[in-house]
DNA sequence: TCGAGAAATCCCAACTGATGAGAATTGTCT
DNA sequence: AGACAATTCTCATCAGTTGGGATTTCTCGA
């Protein structure tokens, strides 16, 4: 546990528990897991139960609550991202079969927000919320390679281990993405697709996220993914732009 | 205010302000929303942006941030309810053309959890997380009625208004409800819908959800109304006996 | 129903972390 | 550059938090 202090750090650090792999936690787990005191642990839970995001099991243990669902229903309805996005999700997979997909950058995590899927096949399973890889595949890319230099260096270093190629052929092959402005990755993530991503930038041209389309690569051809690329590409820019004049509206309209 | 006490609350009740009406505060709406201290406020964002739950807008502000869409994703792959539900609502959907939705209660709320739609029509909106009306519907009335006496009696008084009958009348229904297993409603929160809803209970007969398939009632007949009441009635029991039998392997096998 | 064990809560002294008034700094926009 | 808004800092005070250990409640099987 990584410098936790306070109580309202300490309550929320019981949430971090909850992993795909581990769903559920009794209270002696937790207790061993998190080294807090068996009241102290109580009280937090108390708070978490009350506040709905934990729920007891009938026998034993806490699992997620149904407040994370509420939220995630008011975040996927207010998140500007999403409204600036949704349409081209839409038309991409209406152009393409394939999975047309928005990821958030966040906190060093790549988390799809929201997608279409158009696929005649089932093409990969990375729903909303479920983050993706970060060593891998188009979309990884697109984000690391509009990262400011130094970050992208400690994320590559970090990361090192995961990736299929030496450092600096990791940081030659951002730099050529960074160049063309959009990312072609060939089955890393999933065997036997192909995935397109360009970058969401801030105002400050940051990458926020990334616009993504996941094909077969089994009948993609040259043209297509050419007309693909140029497609992502002014899509993820036209919506870097909607982001940042939806803001500009505000401020004038009040 | 109801009764915050402890920084734990405190951190968590900021939470609460968004709503699908207010789904963005800045700060200072949020100090005088609360009552907190300039200083206090923002320690308690920073503690919730660091943790991914609140996201800085870029002018001003604050939205719901990515950690909440991360925990609903692993509350949908892990939640019960949902594992025990779903063939259900599939099957359902495949058998008559609606929305089939799995509807958990939660603290005095209503909440889908789990929906199949194959409705050739729009009927409505409940996607996931999103609270459903408390006095009108067919869902409401296959939670209601399966309520201890007391909790019923405070629930319906405390709704009284919202209900389109008196208190007399809206408890003999519900009392015709229980008898007969099932709830049917007509327009009651969709104009142009029929609602059918049975709950599912737990051990202790306390109603935890409701399985609803909701239809055009434009395309209803008696004995297609006949046989989805059979079925939803049939399922939200086998949905019951299943988390029971589920948590019963458990203990056996742990 | 009883008993054993697990889960959860209570008590309370010690102390540490949280609080807020007010000042200072940083960020944003014209 | 200046004005204003947003955010952070300082620090004395004290309220809330903590955890050891005891107690109570719950669950399940015989």
Known sequence: MSSISGSGERILAILDLFTEATPEWTSEEMRVALGYSRPTLYRYLKTLKEAGFLMAL???????GPRVTELDFLSRRSDP???????HLVALTAAHPGVASLVRWYGRKLLCVASEDSSPVTL?????G???????????????????????????????????APRET??????????????????????GVVGVAAPVLAADRAPIAALCLTSDAATMTPARLAAI????????SAISTDLRVDNTDQAVNG
Do not use: N
Request: charged residues 25%; without cysteine.
């Open 58 to 64: 009938p026998q034993s243990g806490y699992m997620l």
């Open 81 to 87: 991202l999403i409204a600036a996005g949704r349409a």
């Open 124 to 128: 990969s399973s990375y729903p909303r």
């Open 130 to 164: 479920r983050p993706m890889p970060l060593a891998r595949g188009a979309i990884s890319r697109a984000i690391l390679a509009w990262l400011p230099k130094r970050d992208q260096e400690a994320l590559v270093a970090e990361h090192e281990a995961e990736f299929a």
């Open 170 to 191: 990791v940081l030659a092959m951002l730099r050529d993405t960074r160049r063309d402005g959009v990312a072609v990755a060939w089955g890393e993530v999933t065997p």
């Open 229 to 236: 690329r140029d497609t992502i590409r002014g899509m993820a």
